[in-house]
């Protein structure tokens, strides 16, 4: 049918033309084919700002990983995402933007009308050649437009149908050439859902500024090694010490907070680094006949219980110029909302795939990873009789008998989302966090680990985690995303399953190191865990052993690990925990509770940008096989994209 109305177009135009016109037209057509290339213009719609596209795209290499590379380069390890976070289709709150301002065009972002695309003739015209532009679209009289040959005609086309576009070519002695192409756009509604893992912890799209000299924490311990001192936020004016009487006040706090690394979402630490997002953004990129339509909704700290089907507890609650809210809400009901709202204004869209990551919460794989980390004694039964250490044997336990029937209730709510096919949910599994080059759990001490005076990794601990997440934990999540070993489904109830990152994380754990590595990290990060100042009476004022300024940190430079230590964490996000419990909740900012639980909580023990492309590219031909899109990164698509198989 569009191919007729292809060569409809082309004969009305041969019709409208005298014989002699009509003779020389046909003459010239013959002496060779003039084509018509088109893409869509800015076709992440998450971004508001072509040029942010635009420098994704130029930076396009054969990977994800090579284009983040490429990236960190370009911005000498600072991070690309700090130059382009506060102009995206989502507010403060996560929400999409309705309408959200694209390159200065009010657009629906959930149910656009039309595209932005550019159009321009592959072939060269004579410099004496004039081009005229007609786009039909079906409705009303076509669209003409006479435009320079050697330019790019920018246009918009209506969402959801067919424009033929014909380019018509004349020169000065009556010659006329024809060049015809149908754009049809093809919108990919995309979904992320799951954790921390989902949401792209640990890397903030505008990490902390760090300030050289040193700021006061308590320490549990009693006596005269009560306190110890760390790098303080850059511009804060309150108070650095903790002398008893002095530990800061409430507006000490807030300037504080408001000097904290920013994200995309504040409350549920969402980054453009997550490997949802950059698989979504790698879409746009690698298809210039399609847009991309992404819904990050992603939270650190989500289960499936408490953030996919029920509220969570903001991560943090300061927002930049507002608050954030004290709760973040569910993630299921919140994306079934969004599809009722598509569906109510455009009947046919559809959601095209949900991107998934989620169960290590549910298992507390932050308290096994507390269990590892703390090593004082006193530390250790505080946040035992706390609830923040866990160990594997509850972990097993959850394992064993919540996980499979909270799995089980997820597959029933994401079905009817997905036309009941699950294989358009593409499930993600973790990275194993702490395996060396060998396959087996890295070893102990406190190299990376060395930000907090109770940190140190227990050998013994680590190797029981370590075994636990590969032997029990990560195959037994495969077979709840495919109904494998013995989980009972329905029809239509296996999900699209990833997991080959899994062998390029070996190696690449917390306890990589290697000479390109960046010189600040070999310098000053120490392997035998004195990367820190202990004299009372230097550390004030010189926090670092290496002499150095903290302000050479990079946390976005490429580095042998693909996973953030207890140093990363604090030297690129210093999370203050403001969402935790109440009997958790620090009481000031000197406290010695944050301390702990800044590491704990602020992205240690989660991918790096690098670790995250990784991701992404792992999951990307399992996508492309699911959207009906073979093409392969950094090619030209030619021919309009296939239509989703229903």
């Known amino acids: 049918m569009h191919m007729f109305r292809m060569l409809l177009c082309a004969a009305l135009f041969f019709g409208a033309l005298s014989g002699s016109d009509r003779t020389q037209a046909e003459q010239a057509s013959g002496a060779g084919e003039l084509r018509l290339a088109w893409e869509v213009k800015n076709r992440f719609r998450l971004f508001r700002m072509e040029a942010d596209f635009k420098r994704h795209l130029a930076a396009q290499a054969e990977s994800v990983l090579a284009t983040e590379q490429r990236l960190a380069s370009g911005s000498e390890g600072r991070g690309w995402a700090r130059l382009m976070f506060n102009n995206l289709c989502v507010d403060a709150a996560g929400r999409p933007l309705e309408p959200c301002e694209r390159d200065g065009v009010q657009e629906s972002y959930l149910t656009p009308s039309d595209h932005r695309v550019g159009i321009r003739l592959m072939d060269a015209a004579p410099a004496t050649?004039?081009?005229?532009?007609?786009?039909?679209?079906?409705?009303?009289?076509?669209?003409?437009?006479?435009?320079?040959?050697?330019?790019?005609?920018?246009?918009?086309?209506?969402?959801?149908?067919?424009?033929?576009?014909?380019?018509?070519?004349?020169?000065?002695?009556?010659?006329?050439?024809?060049?015809?192409?149908?754009?049809?756009?093809?919108?990919?509604?995309?979904?992320?859902?799951?954790?921390?893992?989902?949401?792209?912890?640990?890397?903030?799209?505008?990490?902390?500024?760090?300030?050289?000299?040193?700021?006061?924490?308590?320490?549990?311990?009693?006596?005269?090694?009560?306190?110890?001192?760390?790098?303080?936020?850059?511009?804060?004016?309150?108070?650095?010490?903790?002398?008893?009487?002095?530990?800061?006040?409430?507006?000490?706090?807030?300037?504080?907070?408001?000097?904290?690394?920013?994200?995309?979402?504040?409350?549920?630490?969402?980054?453009?680094?997550?490997?949802?997002?950059?698989?979504?953004?790698?879409?746009?990129?690698?298809?210039?006949?399609?847009?991309?339509?992404?819904?990050?909704?992603?939270?650190?700290?989500?289960?499936?219980?408490?953030?996919?089907?029920?509220?969570?507890?903001?991560?943090?609650?300061?927002?930049?110029?507002?608050?954030?809210?004290?709760?973040?809400?569910?993630?299921?009901?919140?994306?079934?909302?969004?599809?009722?709202?598509?569906?109510?204004?455009?009947?046919?869209?559809?959601?095209?795939?949900?991107?998934?990551?989620?169960?290590?919460?549910?298992?507390?794989?932050?308290?096994?990873?507390?269990?590892?980390?703390?090593?004082?004694?006193?530390?250790?039964?505080?946040?035992?009789?706390?609830?923040?250490?866990?160990?594997?044997?509850?972990?097993?336990?959850?394992?064993?008998?919540?996980?499979?029937?909270?799995?089980?209730?997820?597959?029933?709510?994401?079905?009817?989302?997905?036309?009941?096919?699950?294989?358009?949910?593409?499930?993600?599994?973790?990275?194993?966090?702490?395996?060396?080059?060998?396959g087996n759990a890295c070893p102990g001490g406190r190299d990376g680990f060395d930000i907090h005076p109770a940190f140190g990794l227990d050998p013994q601990r680590m190797q029981r985690v370590a075994e636990f997440v590969r032997d029990r934990f990560l195959p037994r999540l495969k077979d709840l995303a495919t109904c494998g070993g013995g989980v009972i489904c329905q029809h239509g109830d296996i999900m699209t399953f990833v997991d080959e990152h899994q062998q390029a994380f070996v190696g690449r754990g917390l306890c990589a190191r290697a000479e390109s590595d960046p010189e600040f990290d070999r310098a000053c990060f120490k392997s035998d865990g004195t990367s820190f100042t202990a004299n009372l009476a230097e550390a004030p004022t010189e926090p670092l052993t290496c002499g150095r300024s903290v302000k050479e940190f990079r946390p976005y430079a490429p580095r042998a690990r693909w996973i953030r230590t207890a140093n990363d964490s604090y030297f690129a996000a210093m999370t203050y925990p403001e969402g935790i419990s109440s009997a958790l909740q620090p009481s000031d900012i000197h406290d010695a509770t944050w301390g702990v639980l800044s590491a704990v909580y602020g992205g240690a023990v989660h991918p790096t940008a690098e670790g995250h492309a990784a991701m992404a590219d792992a999951a990307l031909p399992e996508i492309r096989r699911v959207l009906n899109l073979f093409t392969r990164r950094g090619s030209v698509t030619v021919a309009p994209l296939a239509p989703l198989a229903q």
């Open 129 to 438: 050649a004039s081009c005229t532009l007609n786009l039909d679209s079906g409705e009303g009289a076509p669209q003409r437009l006479d435009i320079r040959c050697a330019e790019e005609a920018q246009v918009r086309v209506r969402h959801g149908r067919p424009t033929i576009a014909t380019m018509e070519v004349s020169t000065p002695d009556g010659n006329v050439r024809v060049a015809t192409s149908e754009i049809r756009v093809r919108d990919l509604l995309i979904a992320g859902l799951g954790d921390s893992i989902a949401a792209g912890e640990g890397n903030p799209d505008r990490p902390i500024s760090l300030a050289d000299e040193g700021f006061c924490f308590q320490q549990f311990l009693s006596g005269a090694a009560r306190t110890y001192f760390r790098p303080s936020r850059a511009g804060f004016k309150g108070n650095k010490a903790c002398e008893f009487g002095s530990r800061g006040t409430t507006t000490d706090t807030r300037d504080w907070t408001q000097l904290g690394a920013r994200w995309k979402n504040q409350a549920c630490h969402r980054s453009l680094y997550s490997y949802q997002l950059r698989a979504a953004l790698a879409l746009a990129i690698e298809n210039p006949h399609a847009a991309v339509t992404f819904l990050p909704l992603a939270c650190t700290g989500a289960k499936i219980d408490a953030g996919l089907f029920g509220t969570q507890r903001a991560r943090e609650l300061n927002c930049g110029a507002s608050s954030c809210p004290s709760t973040v809400p569910a993630q299921v009901p919140q994306l079934q909302d969004m599809l009722a709202a598509v569906k109510k204004r455009d009947p046919s869209r559809q959601l095209d795939l949900i991107l998934l990551t989620v169960g290590a919460n549910d298992i507390e794989f932050s308290g096994l990873v507390a269990n590892v980390m703390i090593e004082q004694a006193t530390e250790r039964v505080l946040f035992q009789r706390s609830g923040v250490i866990a160990t594997v044997e509850n972990a097993e336990s959850v394992l064993r008998s919540n996980l499979p029937r909270d799995f089980a209730k997820l597959r029933t709510a994401l079905k009817p989302l997905v036309g009941g096919d699950l294989t358009r949910v593409v499930y993600v599994s973790y990275g194993h966090p702490a395996l060396a080059a060998d």
